[in-house]
């Protein structure tokens, strides 16, 4: 396959994306809060969870798995808490209300959480920490996903990517957030590479034999037998402490799925309901209000010297500098909003697609 990237403008790409949901009969103040979701991800240089995700959304949406019009039932609310069903539908948008919530009840009593249940993928799990941080909070927001991590010593994938995210703001130009997998790569990033042609790293996925696979497209393969298996961080074993990234994929599984009453593990994968697939999650949000333990400021100077002295620190030879979580993502979005968002030439064919499919003729790419 060839590789050969096109950039396209930023605007142009997430109006293109807010359009296709539109047309696939997703309410356009919904459709704004998806495609908003999914340019910040390839904005900030997250590859793996932008546009390339949007065919998967059509798809499933075409077959049903997602309802199209999101219906939000509270189930519980508090002052401080409450639990949501999300009746399947879009994720991001769901996730968009929820951490909305947990937002409001923090700024009136400090801390704010909820809990949501039958929701679908939301994108990226950092998209909702910043909603926190513009708020001058700390967010943290965690999802289960389909399985992908085995238990330590174990080779049947059980527990998904399961990212664990948390932010806060500093007195700098960006925030610290760290936006990242249970795993020591994501699904996406497997897909990512399988579009590029491109191997994985060593050690980082296994078969049901505990053998190490580095070809992208078998990985793909193999995962929807279960037969393939992302290791979690720190590796397979106990050596190099693989226990705690599946310690933490644990702690988020039960945040996801254990405070909803939800699905969890192997139901993931997707379970029947009156004839019709559905792939179900669980969120949780947390949103920590600054200035019921101290004044922003005071925090924001705090948390910048720390980024600060950790970056000033003694390098490795040969390194070029240091940087602390959220920095490169900062950067990427500068230049990428001056270069456009780079598609390969696989991304170039999913969007023909959706383009025909839905009429979309009002958009001239270079590709077409």
Known sequence: MSNEIVYIDAKILENFMKDGFIGLGV???????????????????IDSHGIQRCKMYYDRIREGIYEVKTKIDIIKDGPTTALWDGNCGMGHVIAYRAMHAAIDKA??????????RNSTHFGIAGYYSLMAIKEGMIGLAVTNARPSIPPT????????TNPLTIGAPTDEEFPFLLDCATSIIQRGKVELNNRIDKPLPENTVINDRGEIMTDAGKVLEEMLERKAALLPLGGKGEKTAGYKGYG???????????LQEGIYLRDTLGIVENDQNRLKVGHFFLAININSFLGLN????????????????KKEPGAERIY????????????????GIPLNESLQEDIKIMQKELGLDKYKFDFN
């Open 248 to 258: 933490y994929a644990t702690v988020v599984e039960l945040l996801s799925a254990a």
């Open 153 to 160: 010593f174990g080779v049947e994938p059980m527990l998904g």
């Open 27 to 45: 309410p356009e103040e919904d459709a704004k809060i998806i495609a908003d979701v999914l340019i910040t991800s390839d904005l900030r240089g």
């Open 107 to 116: 700024k009136k009593y400090g801390l704010g959480a909820v809990a949501v």
């Open 298 to 313: 005071s925090f924001t100077k705090t948390a910048g010297n720390i980024m600060r002295d950790l970056r000033s620190s």
């Open 324 to 339: 602390t979580a959220g920095e490169k993502e900062y950067n990427a979005e500068n230049e990428r909003r001056k270069s």
